[in-house]
C-alpha cells in the first residue's frame, strides 16, 4: 500500500507543478486552490508513505515522479523542448527510481 500512495504522491506533485503553471497564466483564486490541494495531498500521501518505506528511496521516487513528470507535462502540453537529450535524461531519472524500487 505504501507504493501505491507513493505514486499517489508523484502523480499530486505532477498536478501541483501544472498547476504552478496555470497559476503563472492565470491569477485567479482557482488556480491558487488547485496549487495547495494538489501539494498537499502530495505531501499526505508521502507522508503516509514514508510510514512504512525508508525516507531516502521515498523521498527519491516522489522527486522522481514529480520531476520527470512535470518535464513530461511540459513537452506535451506546454510546447517545451522534446529534444532526445531531455528524454534520455528523464528516462535515467525513472531508471534510478525503478532501481530503488527494486533494492528496497
Do not use: H
Request: glycine content about 12%; some cysteine.
Amino acid at each position: 500500500m505504501a507504493w501505491i500512495s507513493l505514486i499517489f504522491a508523484g502523480l499530486f506533485e505532477m498536478f501541483g507543478v501544472a498547476m504552478m503553471n496555470r497559476l503563472n497564466q492565470k491569477r485567479n483564486w482557482q488556480s491558487v486552490v488547485l496549487l495547495v490541494l494538489g501539494f498537499g495531498a502530495s505531501f499526505l500521501f508521502l507522508s503516509y508513505a514514508m510510514k512504512t518505506l525508508p525516507m531516502g528511496t521515498a523521498y527519491a521516487i516522489w522527486t522522481g515522479i514529480g520531476a520527470s513528470g512535470g518535464a513530461l507535462l511540459g513537452m506535451f502540453f506546454y510546447g517545451e523542448s522534446k529534444d532526445w537529450k531531455r528524454v534520455v535524461c528523464i528516462s535515467m531519472v525513472l531508471g534510478s527510481a525503478i532501481g530503488l524500487k527494486l533494492i528496497s
